[in-house]
Structure formats: C-alpha cells, structure tokens
C-alpha cells in the first residue's frame, strides 16, 4: 500500500477472482465459464463493430436493451446493462444498499461490494443443510441479496419463497442474483411488474458463452432502473462496449443455441453428481453449472492441490464451513470424465 491510499479504503480487502494461470492447459473446472463458444452470429457481430471502433458505444445500449425486453417480456425502460454483471450488482448496492443482509455463505464479491462502499451489511448463516431458511429474511427491514441457484452451493429457492421475500420487505429492494439461472432454476423476472422492489440480476457470462465479454444486465421497475442509470451516468455511460453490445443481441438472436448448451451442462451435472456419489462424495444438489461437492476420504485443500498437480483445476474456499468442500464447473462430458478418473485416481494412491 503507498501511503498516497485513501484512508476509505486501507481497511478493504478485494475479492479473489478464479485463478486464470498461463503456465499450462488446465482441465479448467474453476471460474464456471461456459465450456461451448460463442455461437457464429456473435463472431461476426464482433468483427462488424471492431471496424467502428473510433466511435463510442450507444450510452443506452438502445439495441441490446431493446432486444433483452422482447426476450424477457419487459420493457426496455425496465432493462439496464453492464460491463459484467459485477458492475450492476455494484450500482445496485450504491443504489439501494444503507443497510444489507445476505447469506454467510454465497458469492464473494456482496462483502467486498459493501465493505468498498461502506455499507454496513449482516450476514445471515444458511441453514445446516446450506439451504436459506426464508423466514430469516421476510420483514427483515434491510435491502436484501440472495444468489438464486446460491453459489458456491448450487442450491435454488423456488420462486414462491423468493416472492415470499420480496413481498415480506415491501420497504426494501431485493436483489435476487439469477448468473446461474439458466441450468435449472426459476426466474424472478416474471414478478417485476408485481413488485416495485424486485430487481433481478443476471449475466452473459455463465450460459450464453461470454464471460470474457463482460456482459451482464438486470431488469426491475422502471424507477429502479433509472436509479441504476443516475449511478450509472455518474461512473461511467459507455460501461459496455460496442462489440460486447452488439455480441450480446446476436447471442439473444441465437438463444436456441445457448439453451440447448444449458442443457447439455445440466446432463453432465446429473452424470458428474451420480460419478462422484459412487465415489462417496457428498454433493450438493445443484441447479448451476458447478457442483459443490466433499469426501471423508480426502481434505478439500488436498484435493484441490492434487487435482492441480495433474492438471484439473477446481475452486476451493478456506472459509471453515466450507473449506472440505470443491466447487466444480461443470464442462463437456470429456472433461468431466476426466475429472472423475483423475479423482479415482488421487483416492487410490492415497490408500
Ligand atoms: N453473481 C454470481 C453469483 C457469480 O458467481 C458471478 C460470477 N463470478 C457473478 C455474479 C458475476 O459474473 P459476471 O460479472 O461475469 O457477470
């Protein structure tokens, strides 16, 4: 740290992303990233706008957004975009956050988010079973944040206890965060109208093959949106670029593609799931792209190490109530046999 730092900021320690190594090619099970890529419309929309690129983006986006309405049945004044969905969650906590809760454990970045825009926050422990116990969030008086499927473990709440939330904390936004919605899970998207205090968040980055496109979106009532735009107006109004843009409305042009992708990920989750239960893993049921997954047989720190040595690189946290667990990207079938040979393998060698 220089001593030119803010003191705002000394106390704040930033998210860790996904390890993105170079040293060699990994079997890589460790950011979610879409194993599929992108489909040929978005490569050719992103050829297009690279000619243009002495011109700035639209500040409003005005075809992506247009495009997200027809696609989720809203109007485009409902409709904000951003560069990754990081960058909306973040104007949604400047936005609405004086005061916030959230699960102990779910997406790192909500602390970081708080803590960088000193917004007091409390964190709500998940039930043993790591599911949301609703009651503890219904007329809980805070601006509230739940992940829908949760990361890093994979649970999903219907959409009648989302709404049981929303409607309990009429007097408080609730930002549910749907990045993994599209591999099982139920949309919020469809209550927007019902509820002035519903915001919902999602991304261009797990199903549809963009995460390094930075791409994501979310879609409220009108008024919330146009907070979103004031926050977004005074930090940056060409957050997303014309490639991304442009990327982004020819992805929504090919959702077949993308759908049937989902599809594939969550076979492969049934596969990979009933692969390591023979194995004698615990594994979360998961409505994600990822399973969150741990043995008796090996510590999750171990097998994350030994995974690595051999070239699969899964997500492991340290935190205490999680550190036995791996969070697992689910990939093609070839990786993920892969993965499961090389697991077999590790736990023999150990005996
Ligand atoms: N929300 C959750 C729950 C996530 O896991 C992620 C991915 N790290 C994000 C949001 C952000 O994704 P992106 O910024 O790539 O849209």
Sequence with gaps: MSRFFSEKYTRLTPYTPGEQPRDMQYVKLNTNESPFGPSAGVLA???????????????ESTALRGKLAEVYGVKPEQVIVSNGSDEVLNFAFMAFGDDLAFPDITYGFYPVFAQLNHIPYTEIPLKADFSIDVQDYVGIGKTVVIANPNAPTGLCLPLSSIEAIVKGNPDNVVIIDEAYVDFGGESAVSLVDTYENLLVVQTFSKSRSMAGARLGFAIGNEKLIADLNTIRYSTNPYNVNRMTEFAGVA???????YMENAKTIMENRQWTTEQLEALGFTVLPSKANFVFAKSDRIDGGKLYGELKKRGVLVRHFTKARIAQFSRITIGTKAQMETLVKTITEILEEQQ
């Design 45 to 59: 929309a992103v050829t297009e706008q690279c000619g243009k690129l002495q011109l700035y983006s639209d500040p």
């Design 251 to 257: 992805a929504l042009e090919e959702n077949s593609y």
